[in-house]
């Protein structure tokens, strides 16, 4: 049970991060039944670049990734949005801070340097990005797991590999409630040999003993799903410009 619970928070969390790299979750299971959410982000605040900053599993090197972010934070200025940092995934900003680009435009900055093969290190480059008006970056480095058949695996990332999110410190999202199948058939009267337990006002349980062959059935429902706080203090950048967000 508590393995069970504590995947479903895992769920929770995963779904969040889903929302907030694409603006939507997908195939979301109600009642045996999938569907599609959409978190309602400003049309203004879903952005794709102009140039591709990867070319497959290449760096593109006719991209400008420090220019896009900063016309991403012109764009949100422009919309009064309040934000105060990036987030995007670790495999992301690693590829981000080994562009090409990225690091030619740092050295740039720098007019010092008379040994062309100086390497810039991670502090050197966050740091000349700073002075260029790029806003904080969070890394995203997401690591849930999930049971099937009994065996721990680590689940496939829910953040968005190509999306870079622009937002503010704090609670983005709020858990919101639906009704529980369970709670009706608790509201209908006593089930023998089944008993019903809720935790955190949003999991349901059910553990069940069934006869001839003897068993013991033990489910979860979970009836909630994470929405965002405000859907026009949340800005995306995708860095693939083929990207079309649905």
């Not at 569907?35 to 982000?41: A, E, F, G, S, Y």
């Not at 981000?96 to 007019?111: D, E, G, Q, Y």
């Not at 949340?234 to 860095?239: K, R």
Request: proline letters at 3%.
């Amino acid at each position: 049970s508590t393995k069970l619970i504590g995947g479903i928070h895992n769920k929770l969390t995963a779904w969040t991060y889903e929302a907030l790299s694409t603006g939507y979750l997908h195939e979301v299971e109600v009642d045996g039944v999938k569907i599609d959410v959409d978190m309602r982000l400003d049309g203004k605040h879903k952005l794709a670049v102009t140039e591709s900053w990867f070319d497959g599993a290449n760096a593109n090197a006719l991209a400008d990734p420090v220019q896009d972010l900063i016309d991403a934070q012109k764009q949100a200025d422009d919309t009064n949005m309040a934000y105060d940092h990036w987030e995007m995934s670790k495999a992301l900003y690693r590829k981000f801070i080994n562009h090409p680009s990225v690091v030619a435009k740092c050295r740039n900055r720098l007019t010092q340097i008379v040994n062309a093969n100086f390497t810039l290190v991670e502090s050197e480059i966050i740091n000349i990005l700073h002075e260029y008006g790029v806003a904080p970056i969070k890394v995203v480095d997401e690591k849930s797991s999930i049971e099937i058949d009994g065996i721990a695996q680590l689940d496939k990332a829910s953040f968005a590999e190509d999306a870079c999110v622009l937002c503010s410190v704090g609670d983005i999202f709020e858990v919101k409630n639906a009704r529980s199948v369970y709670e009706e058939r608790v509201a209908a009267g006593p089930q023998q040999n089944a008993m019903y337990g809720f935790v955190e006002d949003r999991i349901a349980v059910l553990d069940m003993w069934q006869e001839s062959p003897i068993k013991n059935i033990f489910e979860t429902e979970l009836w909630a799903i994470p929405i965002l706080k405000n859907p026009k203090q949340v800005l995306i950048l995708n860095v693939d410009k083929t990207h079309v967000f649905q």
